[in-house]
């Protein structure tokens, strides 16, 4: 019997393509999505790239805080695990509006652990963020490395893994994997789904794709002073399908032993890349001149800030997983990354919507 995912905030940039390899990897996936960010049409699109696959998959739309849905659903459904990727994750405006995100994320991350309790589903992978690492004192980041949240939405990721170690510290019976993504950047290698962000995108790479496609005149840099090889930021770039299989070989790891605890590792590739070198490559990948405006530091913005893999490397064993690659890190570098995001744009510029579906009308 094919074991039966629950994913949270599956509509969404990651989790539509972790729901894509999850679903090739023969997993049974049922999501729960309140649309809020995101939209149905990347799981209908994800149903047809799956092929035969695609029927292994279901859609709710949740709220994660409406308990009563949320108990059906576990009523209907045993499920083996749950891949929780549901929140809000807009840094600025987590500083506007506190609340919403303390009452989104905070709220509908415990109803969410309630309901998993009472049904008896206790294996939890959860979508934490780098942003936990702060502006680290050094690179690479370790998993051990002191943490720290300059904004709400920063601290509604701490908050998530403290409540997550401490429940397995009062029940052993919880088996929990924390991921602390990098930078999730590029698409989907059949240009079917990809990052389709709402109003002006925060990130770099939608903001650069968007400038490619002729939605936005030119790419503000926030800050060429830094102490790095050209002065601009330096992050840690994966490819969003290689930040997928890591959901997959984690989910693996839950079933593999009972013993997991909570554990936490990142997933990035452990490179860093400077903001015009970005740039530079998705000029090469797309062949379109990316404008740019320098601009001031952007608040709470990091220097320099790149992952340690090797514990992920050794106890994901992300090659157990996929086996026929051979490979046990990400495969992507950010020519792929690039290509791919470039794929997508090209072929999708308005996202998932048309030119005058705009949800927002600032944009
Ligand atoms: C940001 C968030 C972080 C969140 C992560 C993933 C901030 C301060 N941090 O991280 O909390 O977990 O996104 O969603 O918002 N840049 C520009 N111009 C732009 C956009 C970005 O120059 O229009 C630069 C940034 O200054 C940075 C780099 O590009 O040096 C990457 O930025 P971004 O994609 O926003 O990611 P993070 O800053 O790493």
Redesign the pocket.
Known sequence: MAKKILVTGGAGYIGSHTVMQLLLAGFSVSVVDNLDNSSEASLERVAELAGDCGKNMTFHKIDLRDRDALKKLFATTKFDAVIHFAGL?A?GESVQKPLLYYNNNIIGTIILLETMAEHGCKKLVFSS???VYGWPKEVPCTEEFPLCATNP??RTKLMIEEICRDIQLGDSEWDIVLLRYF?PVGAHPSGFIGEDPRGIP????P?VQQVAVGRRPA?????NDYSTKDG??V?DYIHVVDLADGHIAAVEKLFRSNKTGCDVYNLGTGKGTS?LEMVEAFEKASGKKIPLVMAGR?P??SET?YASTSKAEKELNWKYVFVSYYYCRAKYGIEEMCRDQWNWASKNPWGYGKPNESADPST
């Open positions: 994750k840094v963020s780098a942003t939405y920063g930078n925060n990130n770099l790479m903001f790419l503000t840099v926030f800050g601009t930021g992050r903001v952007r709470g913005d800030v």
